[in-house]
């Protein structure tokens, strides 16, 4: 909780100081707030604080964990965005405010203990980056994503008070522990209540069936943004799933097991298939991030949050570390593939981070994708082995999808052209590679 209020009083201050329009002076202040909060959150429950009696967020072993994951996160995008953001002087301190707040609300999302403050959270996570999404106000692409990103956001967010509704009509309580012991999976009203809330869930993660809103807003999206909510939004997302749906409505398992099936495996096939036609690096990213938001769905059939947090952190730092070079790489606000050929070959920095960052996401080893994907097989493969050979064969598709890629950004061009390199960029792509070299270590402790 303390750290919650750190990154909000950070946020808070932010937009003050931005009045100064100092873009400097707003970034050290933002790095300054968050690695207190992560200092905090990594001491949670160590130590004397006035707010330990909330009984509204708790943060737990395993949902630690995800808080850690977010608030590092945020801290990466929000220095690997700055040459972005800086662009526009007077309203840098705004953009980062805005990606602060919504930091506050993915964070009360994964801690939440009840309904209310789970509801709170993912409000308060969508609503700035509705506006972070429209942010590139002269361009048309980034305005038609804000206003869809607008429209499904909030029409998803009408179906979950809907569930809420329901599911408080046949238990009679919000609170997430009570709702564990009074659920009862043969009510209809409790049924239909946790479909409604399950479906709303999907549209915020842009899982297959409700996917359609992710290439869109990715493409129109600047990098930063795109990256924050391909990260936070979604790791926030699943996190929340796993623990409504893997522990406090666990008695629903059997009924809702099918449906865990479809949006597993449609996830996963849809957004490779979909991926190879794609000639937008953006859109192909959104149709990677679903079908890897397929791969994490296993976990609803093994409720291992270790694994899940392992498999997140390769996939976050993979993303995080792409779409800062597509940042570094934007010509002219074309974000085609076609620019993206020869550069690992004339910036070599680059193209490590390209190769072990698709490697990864391709699930080949010694990455922290490879050891994610295979806990995740081992965990399903009990209980569901056909499951496990359709997930196998989607990973084919991708590791095609990502080598291919790898390939043309490898290639001999004459074109390609040299590029500096900003030593805050360096920064963010080393900690991201790292990461993605040795973040599966982390499964030993």
Same mark, same amino acid.
């Given at each position: 909780?303390?750290?919650?209020?750190?990154?909000?009083?950070?946020?808070?201050?932010?937009?003050?100081?931005?009045?100064?329009?100092?873009? !400097?002076?707003?970034?050290?202040?933002?790095?300054? @707030?968050? /690695?207190?909060?992560?200092?905090?959150?990594?001491?949670?429950?160590?130590?004397?604080?006035?707010?330990?009696?909330? *009984?509204?967020?708790?943060?737990?072993?395993?949902?630690?964990?995800?808080? *850690?994951?977010?608030?590092?996160?945020?801290?990466?995008?929000?220095?690997?965005?700055?040459?972005?953001?800086?662009?526009?002087?007077?309203?840098?301190?705004?953009?980062?405010?805005?990606?602060?707040?919504?930091?506050?609300?993915?964070?009360?999302?994964?801690?939440?203990?009840?309904?209310?403050?789970? =509801?709170?959270?993912?409000?308060?996570?969508?609503?700035?980056?509705?506006?972070?999404?429209?942010?590139?106000?002269?361009?048309?692409?980034?305005?038609?994503?804000?206003?869809?990103?607008?429209?499904?956001? /909030?029409?998803?967010?009408?179906?979950?008070?809907?569930?809420?509704?329901?599911?408080?009509?046949?238990?009679?309580?919000?609170?997430?522990?009570?709702?564990?012991?009074?659920?009862?999976?043969?009510?209809?009203?409790? #049924?239909?209540?946790?479909?409604?809330?399950?479906?709303?869930?999907?549209?915020?993660?842009?899982?297959?069936?409700?996917?359609?809103?992710?290439?869109?807003?990715? *493409?129109?999206?600047?990098?930063?943004?795109?990256?924050?909510?391909?990260?936070?939004?979604?790791?926030?997302?699943?996190?929340?799933?796993?623990?409504?749906?893997?522990?406090?409505?666990?008695?629903?398992?059997?009924?809702?097991?099918?449906? =865990?099936?479809?949006?597993?495996?449609?996830?996963?096939?849809?957004?490779?298939?979909?991926?190879?036609?794609?000639? !937008?690096?953006?859109?192909?990213?959104?149709?990677?991030?679903? /079908?890897?938001?397929?791969?994490?769905?296993?976990?609803?059939?093994?409720?291992?949050?270790?694994?899940?947090?392992? =498999?997140?952190?390769?996939?976050?730092?993979?993303?995080?570390?792409?779409?800062?070079?597509?940042?570094? &790489?934007?010509?002219?606000?074309?974000? *085609?593939?076609?620019?993206?050929?020869?550069?690992?070959?004339?910036?070599?920095?680059? @193209?490590?981070?390209?190769?072990?960052?698709?490697?990864?996401?391709? @699930?080949? $080893? $010694?990455?922290?994708?490879?050891?994610?994907?295979?806990?995740?097989?081992?965990?399903?493969?009990?209980?569901?082995?056909? &499951?496990?050979?359709?997930?196998? #064969?989607?990973?084919? #598709?991708?590791?095609?999808?990502?080598?291919?890629?790898?390939?043309?950004?490898?290639?001999?061009?004459? !074109?390609?052209?040299?590029?500096?390199?900003?030593?805050?960029?360096?920064?963010?792509?080393?900690?991201?590679?790292?990461?993605?070299?040795?973040?599966?270590?982390?499964?030993?402790?």
């Amino acid at each position: 909780m303390d750290a919650l209020i750190v990154i909000f009083i950070t946020a808070l201050i932010g937009l003050f100081v931005g009045m100064m329009k100092k873009p !400097n002076l707003t970034l050290f202040l933002s790095i300054i @707030g968050l /690695s207190a909060a992560f200092v905090l959150m990594s001491y949670y429950g160590k130590y004397n604080s006035l707010f330990n009696n909330f *009984e509204g967020l708790a943060f737990d072993s395993f949902h630690w964990l995800f808080a *850690e994951l977010v608030i590092g996160l945020t801290l990466l995008i929000i220095v690997g965005g700055f040459h972005y953001f800086k662009k526009d002087v007077e309203h840098t301190a705004d953009y980062y405010g805005l990606i602060l707040f919504s930091l506050c609300g993915a964070l009360v999302l994964i801690g939440s203990e009840n309904f209310f403050m789970f =509801f709170l959270g993912i409000e308060i996570m969508s609503i700035p980056v509705y506006v972070l999404v429209g942010i590139k106000k002269q361009n048309i692409l980034s305005s038609e994503a804000s206003i869809k990103y607008f429209f499904t956001g /909030s029409f998803a967010t009408a179906i979950l008070l809907f569930g809420v509704a329901l599911v408080y009509g046949a238990t009679g309580t919000f609170d997430f522990s009570e709702l564990s012991s009074l659920f009862d999976s043969n009510s209809p009203m409790a #049924i239909v209540g946790i479909l409604f809330v399950f479906a709303a869930l999907l549209f915020k993660i842009g899982s297959v069936p409700f996917h359609f809103w992710s290439p869109d807003v990715y *493409e129109g999206s600047p990098d930063p943004v795109t990256a924050f909510m391909a990260t936070v939004v979604k790791v926030a997302g699943l996190t929340s799933i796993v623990s409504l749906f893997a522990y406090t409505f666990g008695a629903a398992t059997d009924v809702l097991l099918p449906i =865990f099936y479809v949006v597993t495996i449609g996830s996963l096939f849809l957004g490779y298939l979909s991926a190879l036609k794609q000639t !937008n690096f953006r859109r192909l990213m959104a149709y990677s991030g679903i /079908s890897n938001t397929g791969f994490a769905m296993l976990t609803l059939l093994s409720g291992n949050f270790i694994t899940l947090w392992v =498999f997140l952190l390769g996939y976050t730092a993979a993303t995080v570390g792409l779409l800062i070079i597509s940042q570094i &790489l934007e010509k002219s606000n074309s974000d *085609e593939i076609v620019n993206w050929k020869g550069i690992g070959y004339k910036n070599p920095f680059l @193209g490590v981070v390209i190769l072990i960052s698709f490697l990864s996401l391709a @699930g080949i $080893p $010694p990455f922290t994708g490879f050891f994610a994907k295979l806990l995740l097989l081992i965990n399903t493969y009990q209980s569901n082995p056909v &499951l496990v050979y359709l997930t196998l #064969i989607t990973s084919v #598709i991708g590791a095609f999808l990502y080598i291919r890629f790898i390939l043309n950004a490898f290639a001999k061009d004459s !074109n390609a052209e040299k590029i500096t390199i900003h030593p805050l960029h360096i920064l963010v792509l080393s900690v991201c590679s790292l990461v993605v070299l040795s973040g599966w270590t982390l499964i030993l402790f």
